[in-house]
T-cell receptor, first 111, second 114 residues
Framework: QQQVKQSPQSLIVQKGGISIINCAYENTAFDYFPWYQQFPGKGPALLIAIRPDVSEKKEGRFTISFNKSAKQFSLHIMDSQPGDSATYFCARTGNTGKLIFGQGTTLQVKP | EAQVTQNPRYLITVTGKKLTVTCSQNMNHEYMSWYRQDPGLGLRQIYYSMNVEVTDKGDVPEGYKVSRKEKRNFPLILESPSPNQTSLYFC?????????????FGQGTRLTVV
């Protein structure tokens, strides 16, 4: 099974700070690396995604950085806000269209 | 409104009592799947379906069954639930099985087996 290893497990950031979540994967057989955001009591929802032929993708305050040679990708949340407090999952597509998720990071942004 | 609907949201049952968790999507998506979410393990795929009458096992299929008789519905069946199936379950759908399209998740079903 192609795993995705995500860190840290939990993260506390002050309002206005930068939140950084890292993920590592095992091979490059597949070509889609999404991040999902999950609020308590809700299902995950797509936040942002990247293909490995792109090194960086930015959408508002959220940026994915992709390092293909190191087999790593990360999510940066700039100017973190209390409303960003949620659980974040990195993922990659597997064969059959399966999403292979990381273990999740619980982010708390303190006011 | 485009959505994936799961029922029930919460369920407490006893070991061995068969149960079904329903899932319905209104987006005409071909691809549907079930995941379970456990602390420290993320979400793991149980079963998936690429279209009507086409289903296959995911990573953790033991103890579960599914069916896909209609495009919109994809129920998850636990024929003889056990305590290790206590978990948070999510149904998801996406337009195609290529994996590069967005997956839409339901609200989740929290199952407790005692």
């Amino acid at each position: 099974q192609q795993q995705v290893k995500q860190s840290p497990q939990s993260l506390i950031v002050q309002k206005g700070g930068i939140s950084i979540i890292n993920c590592a994967y095992e091979n490059t057989a597949f070509d889609y690396f999404p991040w999902y955001q999950q609020f308590p009591g809700k299902g995950p929802a797509l936040l942002i995604a990247i293909r490995p032929d792109v090194s960086e993708k930015k959408e508002g305050r959220f940026t994915i950085s992709f390092n293909k040679s190191a087999k790593q990708f990360s999510l940066h949340i700039m100017d973190s806000q209390p409303g960003d407090s949620a659980t974040y999952f990195c993922a990659r597509t597997g064969n059959t269209g399966k999403l292979i998720f990381g273990q999740g990071t619980t982010l708390q942004v303190k006011p | 409104e485009a959505q994936v609907t799961q029922n029930p949201r919460y369920l407490i049952t006893v070991t061995g009592k068969k149960l079904t968790v329903t899932c319905s999507q209104n987006m005409n998506h071909e691809y549907m799947s079930w995941y379970r979410q456990d602390p420290g393990l993320g979400l793991r795929q149980i079963y998936y379906s690429m279209n009507v009458e086409v289903t296959d096992k995911g990573d953790v299929p033991e103890g579960y069954k599914v069916s896909r008789k209609e495009k919109r519905n994809f129920p998850l069946i636990l024929e003889s639930p056990s305590p290790n199936q206590t978990s948070l379950y999510f149904c998801a759908s996406s337009l195609s099985p290529t994996g590069t399209t967005e997956a839409f998740f339901g609200q989740g079903t929290r199952l407790t087996v005692v």
